[in-house]
């Protein structure tokens, strides 16, 4: 269990000091990740709602963080090219985050062109219909990313590895109200980019 705790701090750790320099893309976490505990609560009441809110509100949040406001630039503070960032990311690059966002925006032009998605869900007759036949796609393409990704991690860096990336993501809500809390007031003082040293801090 301790190695597998301090494997988890060090992917909390390289996460953070090379994905979230900007205090906007901060922002968008902390609003994803509070969208995210709404998620998993509503799991357990209303699974294609959770899914809506996941993907529409957290996801949504959370990426556009990464692909708009996120400096791509040479990183000065770790010493890292973004090209050398995204060559050793545990978890989903951009590249695979563009091949799993392109599978989430297809799902509800599937759902239209076909309505029980090949027999496996009951037509939808109405908006409410489609929108809960969507969320449960979504709630599948959601589970099947973490579970591949995860799978995928057993191969190349082994069981521990990708257990501990799949508990990282799903504790990533916690963690990240607990890291970005005051980034909207450092933001609203103006600071753009977080100012920073190369320890790690993190709990």
């Not at 705790?5 to 901060?26: A, C, E, G, P």
């Not at 062109?113 to 969507?134: I, M, Q, R």
């Not at 991690?153 to 963690?175: C, E, Q, R, S, Y």
Request: glycine residues 6%.
């Amino acid at each position: 269990m301790k190695e597998f705790f301090s494997l988890l701090k060090v992917q909390r750790w390289d996460d953070h000091r090379y994905y979230h320099h900007s205090r906007i893309n901060q922002t968008l976490h902390l609003i994803s990740a509070i969208s995210f505990l709404v998620a998993y609560a509503l799991l357990f009441t209303d699974p294609a709602m959770a899914a809506l809110v996941a993907w529409l509100v957290s996801m949504t949040t959370r990426q556009s963080g990464h692909f708009f406001f996120e400096p791509r630039g040479y990183d000065e503070v770790n010493q890292a090219t973004h090209e050398h960032k995204e060559e050793i990311k545990v978890g989903y690059n951009l590249r695979r985050k563009i091949v799993l966002l392109a599978v989430w925006a297809a799902a509800p032009i599937s759902l239209w062109l076909v309505p029980d998605f090949f027999g496996t869900l009951e037509a939808a007759d109405s908006l409410e219909g489609y929108l809960h036949n969507t969320g449960m796609l979504w709630l599948v393409i959601g589970v099947g990313g973490l579970v591949f990704r995860t799978v995928h991690l057993f191969f190349l860096k082994g069981v521990l590895d990708g257990l501990v990336w799949m508990t990282k993501i799903l504790t990533d809500p916690f963690h990240d109200i607990y890291l970005y809390y005051k980034a909207p007031l450092a933001l609203l003082r103006g600071e753009l980019i977080e100012k920073r040293s190369t320890s790690n801090n993190l709990a």
